[in-house]
């Protein structure tokens, strides 16, 4: 990797920590309080878009598609896992067919969900269209499922479980970053 590449990488790093810090704010500022204490990020995307309409959907967008490559990366680090072993693997040079199929249809179900958590975090921006009408409305009145909707018990797993890999991520990347890459391997074999 050249020098670019690096402060690439950084400049990614950063932004990838304001938008995540950003999310966790969020959703201890908007969803988590039941009269929410502040819109947050609602507001943000409504005064980027009287600014300019692209701008608020673009934010939008953008903040969706971080959750959705938390949720791949995820998927790669961790993978399919039971109790200690993993069924479906994600390696590099050395993935088969059925385990590549397999993770891409985990993420293309959890998918669903990440939907579903971005429509319920800005249902503020994106009041009255389907997608709030869908995984708004409906989702509450379900069946047995519905009362762990309107309690945010899905909500609290998350935050949890986004607070967990946030310290577990952190201390694979530091330990692994400790150790010789293959290309420095293969110089001094």
């Known amino acids: 990797m050249t020098v670019s590449g690096y402060y690439a990488s950084l ?66 680090k961790v993978g399919f896992r039971l109790l200690l072993f993993a069924v479906y693997p994600m390696k590099l040079n ?10 891409t249809g985990l993420i293309m179900l959890s998918s669903i969900s990440v939907i579903q958590f971005c429509a319920r975090a800005f249902d503020g921006y994106a009041a009255e269209t ?20 309107a309690n945010n018990v899905f909500l609290y797993v998350f935050f949890g479980f986004s607070l967990l890999s946030m310290f577990v991520l952190a201390h694979t990347e530091v330990r692994d ?13």
């Not at 050395?94 to 993770?103: E, P, Q, R």
């Not at 389907?130 to 909707?149: M, P, Q, Y």
């Not at 150790?179 to 293969?186: D, G, V």
Request: net charge neutral; charged share 10%; proline share 5%.
């Open 94 to 103: 050395g993935t088969l067919m059925s385990s590549f199929l397999f993770n």
């Open 11 to 76: 400049v990614f790093g950063v932004v990838a920590g304001v938008v995540s810090l950003m999310w966790m704010l969020h959703i201890a500022l908007y969803i988590f309080p039941s009269p929410p204490v502040t819109p947050f990020l609602n507001d943000f995307f409504t005064s980027l878009d009287q600014a300019f309409g692209l701008f608020g959907t673009s934010a939008f967008a953008l903040f969706c598609f971080y959750m959705i490559m938390c949720v791949v990366k995820g998927n790669i």
């Open 177 to 189: 970053a400790h150790k010789p890459k293959r290309a420095i391997e293969s110089l001094y074999k």
């Open 130 to 149: 389907s997608v709030s009408e869908i995984f708004g409305d409906e989702l509450n009145h379900l069946r047995g499922l519905g009362e762990l909707f």
